[in-house]
């Protein structure tokens, strides 16, 4: 049972690339989230999915797309990255909405120069 | 929407001596009350949760309690240790359930 798993770890993009951040999760949970987590700013909702087959704009959505894939896979992208999109990501997910317990993925360390 | 703040920003404490970290938030329609701990370079993870009808939960040497009418809730962290030195996250549930609002996290640091 690995719980939430991220790929990749690490990543460097130079500005206008574009990348995929991928999660999955193994707990049979309905909601997956997307975070982004800055020095200073806490933990910012990018996008989240409330069950399989829906998707929702979190508080910071400009510049990122999702998709749920499947229920256990949601996955993040960025078309064309910013420096300003420099930023550790966080993929979450819970069995039903963010009022049980979240568990979150290790992270993702991106950095666009 | 939701506006969580914490306060403070950072806490110091010797060790064995407590901690108390308060969380204000804004909707009134939030029920579902979290903390999370994040240790250096490691993901967030639930450490402990009260929901709107509750007033008060322990679990060891950490605890938090719910004031709803001000609106505020805090975690209590006794005989702290250096393994409690951590960024700690408040957050509230949003009018809905699907989503939480976070503060910014408070850093605490347990002096040995």
């Known amino acids: 049972n690995a719980g939430v798993t991220q790929t990749p770890k690490f990543q460097v993009l130079k500005t206008g690339q574009s990348m995929t951040l991928q999660c999955a999760q193994d707990?049979?949970?309905?909601?997956m989230y997307w975070y982004r987590q800055d020095p200073g700013m806490g933990l910012r909702l990018i996008y989240y999915?409330?069950?399989?087959?829906?998707?929702d704009k979190g508080e910071v959505p400009n510049g990122y797309n999702v998709s749920r894939l499947n229920k256990r896979e949601f996955s993040l992208r960025l078309e064309s990255a910013a420096p300003s999109q420099t930023s550790v990501y966080f993929c979450?997910?819970?069995?039903?909405?963010?009022?049980?317990?979240?568990?979150f993925g290790q992270g993702t360390r991106l950095t666009v120069v | 929407g939701e506006n969580v703040e914490q306060h403070p920003s950072t806490l110091s404490v010797q060790e064995g001596d407590s901690a108390v970290i308060k969380c204000t938030y804004s909707?009134?329609?939030?029920?579902?009350f979290p903390w999370y701990k994040q240790e250096l370079g490691k993901r967030p993870q639930l450490i402990i949760d009260?929901?709107?009808?509750?007033g008060e939960k322990k679990d060891q040497r950490i605890a938090v309690t719910l004031n709803k009418t001000a609106k505020h809730f805090s975690l209590h962290i006794t005989e702290t240790q250096p393994e409690d030195s951590a960024v700690y996250f408040c957050?509230?549930?949003?009018?809905?359930?699907?989503?939480?609002?976070f503060g910014k996290g408070n850093q605490v640091v347990v002096i040995p």
């Open positions: 979450a997910s819970s069995m039903t909405g963010m009022n049980t317990e979240a568990f």
């Open positions: 707990m049979n949970h309905n909601s």
């Open positions: 999915s409330a069950s399989e087959g829906t998707t």
């Open positions: 909707d009134s329609a939030s029920n579902y």
């Open positions: 009260i929901r709107s009808n509750v």
């Open positions: 957050a509230a549930s949003i009018r809905g359930n699907n989503r939480l609002a």
